[in-house]
């Protein structure tokens, strides 16, 4: 099937969003995916738009849950009426990390597992396991984080998504395991820096909610 240009582009700004966001640099993310949006609003693209807005909502919600509940809301509008199942299991998950540190994670993950499964896509459960690998990060439970990169080292082990076994021990401040296997764009300690203040800003988030 012929691939238009507006497309091509459209996954440009999608990759580069996807990058920036698994390196903890939310800025530059966001910045990648509104310019994906406007792009698929200007050419009428209702399916490219509302996934580049699932994934600006993605962005936030490690580094900003107030600003990312209002863009997922704005997603779950996108999403009305299109036929984009991942894309809207996708939005639970980034309403999982924008909630990270509360208590209803655990049951809700539980449950959105269950019906990626049911629908057929399975590889949505890393990100299910990474949004849980936050969650036990803020809240310093080492034994539950131990749980949940073992289950995202198995769900990785063909390669795909390996980075965000590597994004977990970033989280929680531990080693990587050698070999080695992914390749980042900038300097693994600054994203492990990057990655470990995220989780030291939604503790503080908490305590000043408390």
């Known amino acids: 099937m012929p691939t238009s240009a507006?497309?091509?582009?459209?996954?440009?700004?999608?990759?580069?969003?996807?990058?920036?966001?698994?390196?903890?640099?939310?800025?530059?993310?966001v910045a990648a995916f509104e310019a994906g949006r406007t792009e698929a609003e200007q050419h009428a693209a209702a399916g490219e738009r509302a996934m580049m807005q699932v994934r600006l909502a993605l962005a936030l919600s490690f580094a900003d849950p107030a600003r990312a509940d209002d863009e997922l809301t704005l997603a779950h509008e996108h999403l009305d009426g299109l036929d984009q199942r991942s894309n809207t299991l996708l939005a639970q998950v980034v309403a999982l990390i924008k909630d990270a540190g509360t208590d209803?994670?655990?049951?809700?993950?539980?449950?959105?597992?269950?019906?990626?499964?049911?629908?057929?896509l399975p590889f949505l459960h890393r990100f299910v396991e990474?949004?849980?690998?936050?969650?036990?990060?803020?809240?310093?439970?080492?034994?539950q984080l131990a749980t949940t990169i073992a289950r995202l080292r198995a769900l990785t082990a063909g390669g795909d998504f390996a980075y965000f076994t590597d994004i977990a021990h970033f989280m929680a401040g531990l080693p990587l395991p050698q070999p080695f296997i992914t390749r980042w764009v900038t300097s693994e300690d600054d994203i492990r820096t990057a990655w470990r203040h995220l989780v030291q800003a939604r503790q503080e988030h908490l305590l000043a909610d408390h």
């Open 104 to 120: 209803s994670i655990t049951a809700r993950a539980h449950s959105l597992n269950t019906d990626i499964e049911s629908a057929g």
């Open 130 to 143: 990474l949004a849980r690998a936050f969650h036990h990060a803020v809240r310093s439970d080492s034994p």
């Open 6 to 29: 507006s497309s091509l582009q459209g996954r440009h700004h999608r990759v580069l969003g996807d990058i920036h966001w698994s390196h903890a640099h939310t800025a530059q993310a």
